[in-house]
């Protein structure tokens, strides 16, 4: 038991204090009298209607108070429902199974977080995850998964009755990859150990402003030993028994037709796409679209896993200004580094893209392949248009490189394309060669990242990202 988390009868008592407390300054107060009269009575209406507010124009045009009321009434609601579970016979919740109960709660709670951000209310609803994670058995019992049963008095501080539901054994992530391994015709230049003044010092070049696999520079990292990442019921643990709910990309690439993204728990995330068996070839086919929890910044939603980490000290150095990134939009000098997670089963692609910021990409789990080619070899890489159905997909290149690896066998880094029925590629490689006919000719550099390796990606550099096996990435973006 977590001594430090408040009880649920502690956090109720908070949040019904907070929720009610008055502040003319509160910009919640922008959303008028009509609005905030909904929130104590009315939670669903309230939520509704601060739903619609946010897809009635552009996200970044969205006002906070509507954010605000959609945390608001997301918090009212969390607050009615354990409430009303103390009270048996609630008719308003009949609907709500017994062990459903903390399933809604966490749901609501992390929309608030994922939609909108819980804009002053990310401690009260950090908070409440505290809470709920205290009443949770601890999760390292072998072989056994669980279960909520038997809620009648959330209030009290309790360990949560539990009882096995499906297995999800004390194991690591199966390492499934290609049946070979990418043969690197150019690869990356490695260094070990490299200090913070030597990188300085590499970065405020611009002529060095180049690709680097840096070897030994995460080591210490509790995510690769202590608290493994590697282990799926750590991660459960961290998640709720897997309740937490993570934004995923389905579809090998974004690029891809059919592509989507969906709302899920981490424990259907985990089932449906990173412990089911996926059958991956090395040049892309598999059996079924994978899934990607990819560039969310899961550790501002779920901090316990961001004390398992460490911001790279390369990301507090200073690159000199490069000339020749006039093909990416200019960015804002960033306070703090911003970090995303990559989290995917082998076959999940980044395609052909360019960043505006210099990326320290760290590898936890499993390996990756990857290939960059500079800012000067931008016009052999063909660019997508800056408005593609509202969308400016300038940074993405038109080229799929699989693709291009099949018809050109001369830059594949898969061997088995060497033996393609050339017969049967002469008319795609027209095609190619007639659309894209510099790209061939284009010089790139490649490289494996394994597990404890960064990967220096400067600002501009075009960057081909695919997954070799199961694999947690973090990004770290910095200027």
Known sequence: MNNDAPTLEEIFQLTRQELTAASKTDSIRECGRAA????????????????????DVPYK????????????????????????RDTTGSPKYEQIDQRDWLDEVVRLLDMALILVGSPQ???????WFAALKALLPHWDAPDVEYDVEGLKRPLKRRRIAVQPRVAWPRMRFP?????????????????????????????????????????GAIEHWPALDERPWSRPGYLLEQTLGGRRL?????????????????????????????????SVDEIGGQERQPGYLAQHDLFAQIPTLRADISIPDYCYCDPAPSPYLT?????????????????????????????????ILAQVLGSKYVRLYAPEETPKLYSRSVDENGVDMSNTSQIDLEEAMKVWPEISCWTQHTHWDKNGLEDQRKEFEQLYPDFKNASYVEGI???GECLYIPAG??????SLSPSFSVSFWFN
């Open 36 to 55: 905030l009269s909904l929130l104590p009575t009315d939670h669903d209406t309230a939520l509704k209607l601060a739903y619609q507010k946010l897809h």
């Open 61 to 84: 045009d969205v006002k906070t108070c509507w954010r605000r009321l959609y945390t608001d009434a997301s918090l009212w609601k969390v607050v009615e429902l354990v409430q009303e």
């Open 121 to 127: 209310r990310k401690e009260l609803v950090e908070l």
């Open 175 to 215: 390492n499934v990859k290609a049946s070979s391994s990418p043969t690197l015709q150019h690869p990356l230049l490695r260094l070990h150990n490299l200090s913070q003044s030597a990188f300085q010092a590499k970065i405020s070049e611009v002529t060095t402003h180049t690709p680097t696999i840096i070897e």
């Open 246 to 278: 993570v934004p995923v990309e389905v579809g090998k690439s974004y690029t891809d037709e059919g592509w989507g993204q969906k709302i899920v728990s981490f424990r259907e995330f985990m089932d449906a796409y990173m412990l089911a068996p996926l």
């Open 327 to 359: 093909h990416i939009k200019s960015a804002a000098k960033l306070e703090e580094p911003l970090l995303n997670a990559w989290f995917g089963p082998a076959g999940t692609v980044s395609p052909l893209h360019t960043d505006p910021y210099h990326n």
């Open 449 to 451: 990242l394994g597990p």
């Open 461 to 466: 550099w075009w960057h081909y990202v695919r």
